[in-house]
């Protein structure tokens, strides 16, 4: 009856999708949902899009290792991201009315600087989308008992997102999101209230937790465990800001008010609800700890799917699964778009500046089947854990994008060769760290965004007279 569920369900979400298809009419409605989404669906889709398999399934496994010290990048970073997005960057870029993040960078540094920066973010985002098919690989694998494997899982997953992202783009992803939301909200509060009655309420739980050291959050006071604290935090508090996805939802608001209380909104609300699958993952070392220990330290990210199969009845198992495809769906999709439009427009357009707005809708398109295609390969080729892909995927938009896009909205002296060391000097550091020390005391990407600094200030103040284009 499950997998038969889980059919149904993809085949009414997908067909949902295509039908918001319909609106699409120009890039505009392809990037941004024609600039015209309300307060809720957009603050919906900037919950839906990071409520993703990480948040499900990656930080509770971490959390289960690691205890609270070891998720500080997710929730606590990324719910800081959107709210700092919220208080200090909506408003400024909103007011540009660009197509992408990418426009930017092109307009306040020039041209060599939003190519690089562009390619930056594509590549970040290769280990945020096969995070999400690796889970769907996950999740098909288990509603299935193994009939169907994990690669198999990726190869329907993956396709059926591509179908409606390629023809809907933005307003399917809000549409299908909004609808999402919804059922993740029900989904998972329906489970923890079902995991409560066997553990005997939250508290036991919170009680059994704290007693096994899981809530100590701050580092060891010495110099390697506070610079690796920061840089984990750092690293997905402020390199999730420059991103396409992040800049999509405001972009796409229908005035800037919407697009400032959305983002605060959503990072709120992602903090709250991410906390309802640690609570359901701990709850198996009280229901099933046999459970636990056979998968702690194999695969972790299987506890929780297999506590809701082995200990729940089927309407739970239906509204867990359900609120998780959800969670996967929405993330994934909003991730393989983003990339794809900002590639198109700020790369290809680039070379090709005659283009038709029809025409470079077509090139979108074609850019989404492209790294549908590549992440799909990345994702069952890749050993990486979905908490790591995921944490893993912003230090490259950290040490390359966020100091251009923040110096570029707050600092008069911001300027194309400040733009073009920042991005230089940030990513040369971070992959010579990452080669010769990764282990060392200065984080690799802590010392490149330390060095994005120095490039861009060093580019600030140098005297006018000797600047030329870049």
């Not at 290769?126 to 999400?132: D, H, I, N």
């Not at 025409?359 to 990345?378: D, E, N, P, S, Y």
Request: with cysteine; glycine share 8%.
């Amino acid at each position: 009856m499950l997998i038969w569920f889980v059919i149904i369900y993809w085949i009414i979400s997908v067909g949902i999708g295509l039908w918001a298809a319909l609106r699409v009419k120009n890039t505009a409605d392809f990037a941004a949902a024609g600039h015209s989404l309300p307060l809720p669906i957009v603050t919906a889709t900037v919950f839906a899009t990071w409520f993703g398999s990480e948040t499900v399934l990656g930080i509770p496994a971490t959390f289960l290792k690691e205890g609270m010290g070891g998720i500080v990048a997710d929730p606590f970073g990324s719910s800081l991201c959107l709210i700092l997005v919220g208080l200090f960057f909506a408003r400024h870029l909103y007011s540009r009315k660009m197509l992408t993040i990418g426009d930017f960078f092109r307009e306040k540094y020039g041209r060599t600087v939003e190519v690089l920066v562009t390619l930056c973010i594509v590549v970040s985002y290769l280990g945020w989308v096969a995070a999400q098919v690796k889970a769907l690989g996950l999740v098909f694998n288990v509603v299935s008992e193994g009939s169907i494997s994990q690669t198999g899982g990726m190869l329907i997953g993956a396709c059926s997102v591509l179908i409606y992202t390629l023809f809907g783009g933005m307003w399917s992803v809000a549409i299908t999101d909004f609808i999402q939301m919804i059922i993740i909200v029900i989904g998972m509060l329906y489970i923890g209230g079902e995991m409560s009655t066997q553990t005997g309420g939250v508290m036991p739980v919170i009680q059994h937790a704290a007693a096994a050291g899981k809530f100590h959050f701050w580092p060891d006071m010495n110099l390697a465990s506070v610079l690796g604290f920061i840089a984990a935090l750092f690293t997905m508090m402020l390199g999730s800001i420059p991103q396409q996805d992040v800049f999509q939802r405001i972009t796409s608001s229908k005035n800037v008010n919407i697009a400032v209380q959305a983002a605060i909104l959503g990072g709120v609300l992602y903090f709250i609800f991410a906390f309802v699958p640690l609570y359901l993952a701990y709850s198996a070392t009280l229901i099933s700890p046999d459970l636990v220990n056979k998968y702690l330290d194999t695969d972790p990210q299987m506890i929780l799917p297999k506590l809701v199969l082995n200990h729940a009845p089927m309407i739970a198992q239906i509204m867990f699964f359900g609120a998780l495809l959800s969670a996967i769906k929405s993330c994934a999709s909003a991730t393989l778009l983003a990339p794809s439009v900002t590639f198109a427009e700020n790369i290809v357009k680039g070379f090709f500046r005659h283009l038709s707005d029809q025409q470079l809708l077509k090139i979108m398109r074609i850019t989404v089947i492209c790294f549908a295609v590549v992440v799909t390969f990345f994702a069952v080729n890749s050993q990486l854990s979905i908490f790591k892909m995921v944490e893993s995927a912003y230090k490259v938009t950290l040490v390359a994008a966020f100091v251009p896009l923040a110096f570029g909205v707050y600092w008069s002296k911001a300027n194309s060769l400040g733009g073009l060391l920042a991005v230089v000097f940030g990513l040369t550091v971070w992959i010579s760290c990452e080669i010769l020390a990764p282990e060392a005391v200065m984080p690799p990407q802590l010392a490149g965004l330390l060095a994005s600094i120095f490039g861009m200030i060093a580019g600030g103040f140098t005297p006018r007279s000797l600047l030329k284009p870049v």
